[in-house]
Nanobody
């Protein structure tokens, strides 16, 4: 059974940094072809994709609005994906979710992902 658990959320000031972690179980990064994605959802907004990575090949995508500030990486030895968020802005505040799917995600839409973590709250405020 695939399970995902996010951690690392919290309160950060504008301009600050946070690193989110997504620990995955039920499959192995080295042996299985999965895509791990980070999504976020602010109150009253639709869930949107932030970044995703292919854990078998390490190809990655970052949405334009956070490019240059957010970086996604994977540690295959720990079966964990990280989202490093720098120079954070108030509009980056949301619940951040980790999601997984087998194979590549060509459109990077929430509907493409079948496994989800419970989410972690990120607040950006002075």
């Amino acid at each position: 059974e695939v399970q995902l658990v996010e951690s690392g959320g919290g309160l950060v000031r504008p301009g600050g940094s946070l690193r989110l972690s997504c620990a995955a179980s039920g499959f192995t990064f080295d042996d299985d072809d999965y895509t791990i994605g980070w999504f976020r959802q602010a109150p009253g907004e639709e869930r949107e994709g932030v970044s995703c990575i292919s854990v078998s090949g390490s190809s990655a995508y970052v949405t334009e609005s956070v490019k240059g500030r957010f970086t996604i990486t994977s540690d295959n030895g720990k079966n964990t994906v990280y989202l490093q968020m720098n120079s954070m802005k108030p509009e980056n505040a949301a619940v951040y979710y980790c999601a997984a799917r087998e194979g590549p995600s060509w459109d990077f839409r929430p509907d493409d992902f079948g496994y989800w973590g419970p989410g972690t709250q990120v607040t950006v405020s002075s």
